[in-house]
């Protein structure tokens, strides 16, 4: 009986093999894609969704478009459950391409992790991608040539967060004397905003008050009760993960208007809001990922995958939420960035310095976004060696009850105020290194 | 003196749901001297198959009685399959089984039910309720009365039902008991089954404030110093330990927190439990064991 199972286990294990093979077999005619995804664990409820958007453009791009410039897309996924140590092993492992595919970047999907491999990066080659996240200093290319903190660092969401909050007061000079508290998750993440906070506090003239939360952050009263005392005008809130739907709630509970509550980017999802219940209800977030099916690409996709049941969403209920479109831009900007190199390196798959310069010279300005699918889906992106951001502005979208609202047009952060401080920044971290920045105007 | 009065109540209240999840380790405790690191898990198996449930048209009190006999069926698996086999072990060897029991449970929940973010509404508004110039959440009163009910009923079952007398007989000395023709395996499967459905009524309370998802397991870090200050045998121990862990770290994030950054609570509450460790190992309620060595 033992023999049996123990035989039954192998043969299960070698059939399960054979019948779950990667996307596609790479082959050197193809471009590779490492994915450090987490589809199990503590984040996986943002996971599923993410890597559903990516997979389902890649697709859309293979079947439909034939490629990138025939160029097929392949990929593997390494499961993390968004561990450093688990998205190192997988960097690790992929980074020199499969089957004679070469990887030409890879998306860390992770502030920490971006961290992690961020010397790492450098000495392989191997360009380091963030959307809305990473090391904000690395935003200055010529201290960090291997790492992008594409789409929107966070001293770009503390910006924008207050352009936003200015522009409901009715201008930057109503500004001077209100009371604006961020309350912040107790990390690097929720940390990184205090330097760009401080120096707008200075510029216009509010009071800048930080509450950190711990880790979860699943009991948040001492924090709010605090917040309560001060009484703000505004909260700009910069949680991640459980800690959200807690603060929503606990700040209904002390009496705060969820309508002075101003979410960052990683504090507005569907997954923050839906917890919290009416609580939530009129709750604005920072959107450069917005929600929602009103773009072009959902049509095209629902027309190709959608409903051609080849979508990696095992529950269409959530095409559209707002980590499936996070994965949908993510892709977007990665094919977007191939076709770019593709035009100086010919129509074949990148390595990792060919997809730097591929990235570096990124350009997807009004025309390329509407023409893709992504008008009011992505601002306009434009990349240099200086500036690995690129893009820097969001939009506002309020939660109904139901589902995001988009309430403003694209709101950019000042990028001349906090250009300096990133400067300052990576001129530190270059002195500390011992690296001779590049010289980008030379570059050109 | 109000703002004071206010954090210290708030603090009170608060703890009252980490008693909660303390009381499901200490039953377990009390009947095998293990340790469950799977009880986090359980609560978040109860709280999604309770979700679920009622996302499928189930009514509340339905769900709740399905969800119980889902529990303890749970509970005879785990006894038959894990415990069982592992019999005579060593206390360590027990330890690391529901270790890897946690992640069984954990995996089967998010395979079987999914691993999106459900919200849970128990109809108790979570607003303010004002008392003078105190503030007080309805939300944690009712979590208290909760909690006041559950350690009743556990105290009517341990010491006026034959099952009860049998559970403390165990507990008390496990072989005495078996010579006197207690059968330990359906103790076990029991008091699993109990711990379950304390997982279930933790784990609506939480749910209800956080959400139905995965991180609901991780709320057994909250009972880890309440145990140590409480003492791993006592269910009144549990109580007074959340009471305490509530009040001091609300009250430090409130006070000390200024000071040194902020974002003290989850330390200060273990920071806390090193303090009883020297003082009274066995935690405030917990038996004092001798052994010669």
Redesign the interface.
Known sequence: MRKTLQYSLVASLVLGLQASPPEAWAADDAQFIPMATY???????SG?PWWAGEIDYFRYINEVEGGVNGVKLVWQECETEWNVDRIVECYERLKTGQDGAPTAFFFTHSTPGSYALMEKGAADRIPLIDGGGGRTESTDGSVFPYAFPILMNYYSQASVGINYIAGREGGLDKLKGKKIVTVYH?SAYGRETQAPMKLLAEKYGFENIQ??????G??Q???W??VR?IKPDWVFLRTW??ST??AI?TA????ISVERIVGDVWAGS??DV????S?AKGYQALAPFPGGTAFEIHQRLKQYIIDQGKSDLK?TR?FGEVYYNIGLINAAIAVEALRTGQKKFGNRPLNGEEGRWAFEHLDIDAARLKAIGFEGLLAPLKLSCSDHEGGGAARVQQWDGQQWVLVTDWIRADHQLLRPLIEAKSAAYAKEKGITPRNCAAER | MTFFLETLIGGLLAGTLYSLVAIGFVLIYKASGVFNFAQGAMLLFAALTFVSLQEQGVPFVLALLLTSVVMAIGALIIERAVLRPLVNRSQITLFMATLGLSFIIEGLAQGLMGAQVRALDLGIDDVPLFFGEIMVSQFDLVAAATAALLVIVLALLFNHTRIGVSLRAVADDTRAALSIGINLNRIWQIVWAVAGVVGLVAGLLWGARQGVQFSLSLVVLKALPVLIIGGFTSIGGAIVGGLIVGAAENLAEAYIGPLIGGGITPWFAYFLALIFLYIRPAGLFGERTIERV
């Open positions: 589809r199990v664990g503590a984040y996986a409820s599923i107790d509450i950190p939360v711990a880790d979860p699943n009991e009263s001492a924090q009760r605090q005392q993960g459980v739907p807690v709630k209904a509970r002390f009496g569907e997954a839906i917890p919290a219940g609580a529950d959530y």
